[in-house]
């Protein structure tokens, strides 16, 4: 397998901000909050702001690893009639707008119920990139991994600080676009300081893989990005961002993209070795 088919839509481009000698900035919202458009205005604000990477969330009745941000503005779409199918027109109308790879940050059952290589194949189809699957681990996923080598998919897994060397090679194997490194043991949610356990647990990843390795739960300002591009190969925030798209909307969103992009600037790093 090349270098570019591993890397997949946001695997480059998070390797092209890391040769240009920074992390990239990966974003988080989800769709139908706190409307349809309104979320598709963030989205474009986050673009507009300088994210590499969009991470769409598709809104689901128990998202078990999200905290109460936006576990909150997942029942604001929920109950706005946003479904799988309005998730994909959000994705189309973004890959319309800019060539920023669009993954889907989604919960399994509401892909296994939509059928998955369909899923796969209209997801494709408008443009996505790929998904980021939390609840889905690599030796339960035979059938998300052979639908999205069919359709050119990225397949993002997570790993965590109670990873065993041994699960963190077997899940960064499965990875094509990049590892994401859940960096603090519990839900989602904007912190006062990043985990300390973040930076060992990405050394112990990149012991493991050549794939760009992402951080995220727990960042929420520029200054916090800064600290955890000195060792990641991209930031990915969420919370933070959902709270700037309920309180200022799409002019809070690209305010706070703009401070996270900063951030990621501030200290020059090497290109990534590969």
Same mark, same amino acid.
């Given at each position: 397998?090349?270098?570019?088919?591993?890397?997949?839509?946001? @695997?480059?481009?998070?390797?092209?901000?890391?040769?240009?000698? =920074?992390? $990239?900035?990966? +974003?988080?919202? !989800?769709? @139908?909050?706190? /409307?349809y458009?309104?979320a598709?205005?963030?989205?474009?604000?986050?673009?507009?702001?300088?994210?590499?990477?969009? *991470?769409l969330?598709?809104?689901?009745?128990?998202?078990? %690893?999200?905290?109460? /941000?936006?576990?909150?503005?997942?029942?604001?779409?929920?109950?706005?009639?946003? =479904? /799988?199918?309005?998730?994909?027109?959000?994705v189309?109308?973004?890959?319309?707008?800019?060539?920023?790879?669009?993954?889907v940050? /989604?919960? #399994?059952?509401?892909?296994?119920?939509?059928?998955?290589?369909?899923?796969?194949?209209?997801?494709? +189809?408008?443009?996505?990139?790929?998904?980021?699957?939390?609840?889905?681990?690599?030796?339960?996923?035979?059938? #998300?991994? $052979?639908?999205?080598?069919?359709? *050119?998919?990225?397949?993002?897994?997570?790993?965590?600080?109670?990873?065993?060397?041994?699960?963190?090679? %077997?899940?960064?194997?499965?990875?094509r676009?990049?590892?994401?490194?859940?960096?603090? %043991?519990?839900?989602?949610?904007a912190?006062?300081? !990043?985990? *300390?356990?973040?930076? !060992?647990?990405?050394?112990?990843?990149?012991?493991?893989?050549?794939?760009?390795? +992402?951080?995220?739960?727990?960042?929420?300002?520029?200054?916090q990005?800064?600290?955890?591009?000195?060792?990641?190969?991209?930031?990915?925030?969420?919370?933070?961002?959902?709270?700037?798209?309920?309180?200022?909307?799409?002019? @809070?969103v690209?305010?706070?993209?703009?401070?996270l992009? *900063? +951030?990621?600037?501030?200290?020059?790093?090497?290109?990534?070795e590969?």
């Amino acid at each position: 397998m090349s270098e570019l088919v591993a890397l997949g839509k946001a @695997g480059t481009a998070i390797r092209t901000a890391n040769d240009a000698g =920074r992390a $990239a900035v990966v +974003g988080y919202l !989800p769709a @139908g909050f706190p /409307t349809y458009d309104g979320a598709l205005d963030g989205l474009k604000a986050l673009v507009d702001g300088g994210a590499d990477v969009i *991470e769409l969330g598709l809104p689901y009745s128990d998202p078990v %690893m999200d905290g109460v /941000t936006i576990q909150r503005a997942t029942e604001v779409a929920l109950a706005g009639g946003v =479904r /799988t199918r309005d998730v994909l027109s959000t994705v189309e109308k973004l890959a319309a707008y800019s060539d920023v790879p669009v993954l889907v940050m /989604t919960y #399994w059952n509401p892909i296994e119920r939509y059928g998955v290589d369909r899923f796969a194949a209209d997801f494709a +189809g408008v443009g996505g990139a790929g998904l980021i699957t939390p609840d889905l681990i690599p030796d339960e996923g035979a059938e #998300w991994i $052979a639908a999205a080598d069919k359709h *050119e998919l990225d397949k993002v897994f997570l790993v965590s600080p109670s990873s065993t060397d041994a699960r963190i090679a %077997m899940t960064t194997a499965a990875c094509r676009g990049f590892v994401y490194a859940t960096a603090v %043991m519990g839900v989602t949610g904007a912190r006062d300081k !990043p985990s *300390e356990l973040a930076a !060992p647990l990405v050394a112990r990843v990149k012991a493991a893989t050549e794939l760009p390795v +992402g951080v995220g739960l727990g960042i929420s300002n520029g200054d916090q990005a800064a600290g955890v591009a000195a060792f990641a190969d991209a930031v990915i925030v969420g919370a933070a961002l959902v709270r700037a798209l309920g309180d200022g909307g799409a002019t @809070g969103v690209r305010a706070l993209t703009e401070d996270l992009a *900063e +951030g990621v600037r501030r200290e020059p790093r090497a290109p990534a070795e590969r």
